[in-house]
Structure formats: structure tokens, C-alpha cells
């Protein structure tokens, strides 16, 4: 079979068979995705290409600004009246909150001093956009209008004003890449706020979180406030995540713990990519001779 | 070439420039933002698919396979899975270009819809075995609407071959 139906005369020579290099492509497709999904070799394929696709992403996200920006533009003034009143409010009692919070800064820096501990870890942060919903329909991922340009990295994580949001998983010069919580390839170590018993969380990728390895006899009740643990040396510890709605301990070694997320992670629009200024050291390498 | 082998109207030669302008066009269509907003077409497959019938000598599964990495990379997708499904497209785009220029557009696009959901269906494969989630059926309605759209695009595309270079009432061209 040629490219049209037909058997090729030889006089009409064409290159490889269509059966062929449709092998030939389909091998090379299968080569790219493994490499990629398995191993993550290909960012820096992604990074190049990106070069191509960048002027006409830029070109097309322009009819979504629009929409965005005329609906802001339409946007009633008594709403906006209500809001700033409610915002001013807010204001007022975060900013006493704030005000105690520096004292016991101070306090708690000086305390550290005098027991001879580390100081708590120094935080960055930039504030950004959310922009749309990435296109992938199979992982939930929003884009942030800031990138690596005002210092966005990979692995920070994202908060809005209520708890994490996500984490920061592709970053590009002017924009990145979120991946929420709620993604089923997300992972976030947390402790619980009351006892600091620790664990690690998963999104479910139906708007859930699941608290998996958790041993069934835990003390994990509804109701506990989860908190980043910083185990990982990525993510600030003490940021909220989530809370525990259900605990299931029938089953036999883990528990099976449901948690909601605190953020408004479908509908927050204004975040904080905030990390580290410094990592950790890395841990020892396991011993070889075991 | 005629718009279908039926009809009795030549049209001029394919402007190959203008061939390349379509998918460039398709491809920026298909980096417009609109999320999770299910039954958006799939230009690039709808207007490749086009090509591919129209001109199965010059645009098959190479370009299918360009285009596929280029929207993998704008949309932030696993390397190769449009590229992949795009090329499958192409194979059998390329295939059934003969037979399907006998029925009117309308028939065509029906020709058309199955491709487009083996199109889907592979790439949905491909990331439910690297462990996403399902999207829900929803994510087919996107077949649908490329199906729906094949009848005005190619008209729409087929548009430059239709002018004479110069006008003559009498003649078919």
C-alpha cells in the first residue's frame, strides 16, 4: 500500500512504505514519552522548543486577557464598595494579629538564641497570578504570571490567604507552571498541628486529599489541622494544608484518612510562591556495604 | 483537483505557503487558553486531517509528528502524546484521502469522527498507563466538535483555490 492506495511503480520512487514509517514515528513517539514520563530526560527538548512556541502562546493567551480584563472592567462599583469594606476589615485584624506577630518573632529568636539553637529558616516569596487552568485535561495544573525572571524556582510552593495551593513543578522565563494539590501525581509531607504526628499527602484528583502510610493506631482525629512538616527541605514548614474530615482505621496496618483541602484551590486567583532562601544539606548517602 | 471527485469545477493548484500559514493558524488556536471547558476542538488534528486528504503527496505523518511535539510543548502535555495520536491520524487520513473524496463534505466528516476519537482515545490511553486521572467523558465532546466543524474548514480552506487568476465566464476553472 503507498501513501494513496496504490502500489508504487517503481519508477515513482517515494522513501519508505507508509507502514513503515508509521512504525518508524510511532517508535520514536513511544522512545519520547517513556523518557519523559518515566525519567523526566526530555525538559531540555522542552525548554528548546518552547523557543518556537512561546511568540504564538503569547499571541493566542491575548483573547483570554481580553475576557479577563473586561470582565474585571464591567465589574459594579458597589461590588467593588462592598469588597474594599470587607478587605479593610480584614485588614484591621491581621494587621493587630501582625503586630504580636513580630514580638513573638523577636521573642522566639531570642529563646532559640539562648538554648544555642539553629534560627528558623529564612522565606522568599513573590506574589503572582493565577492566569488560566493548563490545557492538559489529565493533571490539574494553573499558570502563574510570574517566572523564573522574578525568581520563581522549581519546588516552591504556593499558597493563597487561607493554605497551600500547590507547588511550582515547570517554570518559564515569564510564567510557570503549578501543579495543585489535588493532582494525582501531587505529594506534600505534612504533620498534624496538635501532636505532630507525620505523614504524607496525596492528591486523590477528584478535589480530595488522602493521608496515606499513616499506621492505623495513630492519634489522628476528625477535625486535626495538617501543617507542611518541611521534612522534604522543599516546602516552609508550618504552612496550613488541609483538615482531616474522616478517619477510617477498619482496614488492616494504615489507616485510611480523607482530608479537605483549606485553600480555595479551584477558584483562589491572587497566591505567594513562597520558599527557601537556603536548601538544607543534602542526607548522607545510605551505606553501601549493608 | 476538484472539491470532491463528483463535482465538475477544477480548482488551481494548492499554495503550499498556504498550507503551512492553516497549521501555524491551527496551532495558535489550539494554545488559546480555555482550560478544563470541555468540546473544544482539536484545530490542529481537524485542520492536519484536512491536509492530509486534500494533499496526501505533501502533509502526512512527518508533519503530524512536528505539530504534535509543538502542542505537547505548549500545553505543558507528556512529550510524544499528541505527536503520536497525530501521526496515527495522519497514517490513516493519508489512507483513506482516495475513497473519501467521492462523498460530498458532510459524508467526509463522518468519515472523520472515528479517526478523531481514536485520537482521543490514544492519547487518554497513553496518560491513564503514566498514571493521570480520567478526565470524564466529557473530554470526547471534542470529537464531536471537530467532527462538526470539518464541512465549513474545508470550504474555508479550499477558499484560494477557487480564484481564477484571471476571470473567464467561460470556462470551468
Known sequence: MSLVGHKTPPIFKRGLTPVTRLSVFVAICLVLLVADLRFRYLEVVRNALSVVTYPLQMAAAKPADFVRNASRYFATLVEVQLENAELRRDHLTTGERLLRFELLEKENAQLRELLGMSQRIDVKSVAADILYNAPDPFARKVILDRGAQQGVEAGLAVIDAKGVVGQVTRVHPVQSEVTLLTDRNQSIPVSVLRNGVRGVLFGTGRGRLEMRFVLADADIREGDRLVTSGLDGIFVPGLPVADVTMVDRSSDAFARIDCEPLADIDTSVQVLVIGRTAYPPPPPAPDQER | ?173
Open chain 2, 1 to 173: 483537483m476538484q472539491p470532491t471527485n463528483r463535482s465538475s469545477r477544477i480548482l488551481l493548484p494548492v499554495k503550499l505557503w498556504f498550507v503551512y500559514l492553516s497549521l501555524i493558524v491551527a496551532l495558535g488556536l489550539e494554545y488559546i487558553p480555555t482550560g478544563r471547558t470541555p468540546g473544544i476542538p482539536d484545530w490542529v488534528a481537524l485542520v492536519l486531517a484536512i491536509w492530509c486528504v486534500r494533499e496526501p503527496q505533501r502533509i502526512g505523518m512527518g508533519a503530524g509528528f512536528v505539530l504534535g511535539l509543538l502542542v505537547d510543548v505548549g500545553q505543558g502535555a507528556a512529550m510524544g502524546q499528541h505527536a503520536l495520536a497525530y501521526v496515527v491520524l495522519a497514517y490513516l487520513a493519508n489512507g483513506a484521502a482516495r475513497r473519501v473524496m467521492w462523498f460530498p463534505l458532510l459524508q467526509q466528516a463522518l468519515h472523520f469522527l472515528p479517526l478523531f476519537v481514536l485520537t482521543q482515545a490514544l492519547m487518554l490511553a497513553v496518560r491513564l498507563l503514566a498514571g493521570a486521572e480520567f478526565p470524564g467523558w466529557s473530554y470526547f465532546l471534542s470529537s464531536l466538535s471537530s467532527t462538526a466543524l470539518w464541512a465549513p474548514l474545508s470550504m474555508l480552506l479550499l477558499l484560494p483555490q477557487y480564484q481564477p487568476v484571471d476571470r473567464d465566464d467561460n470556462r470551468p476553472i
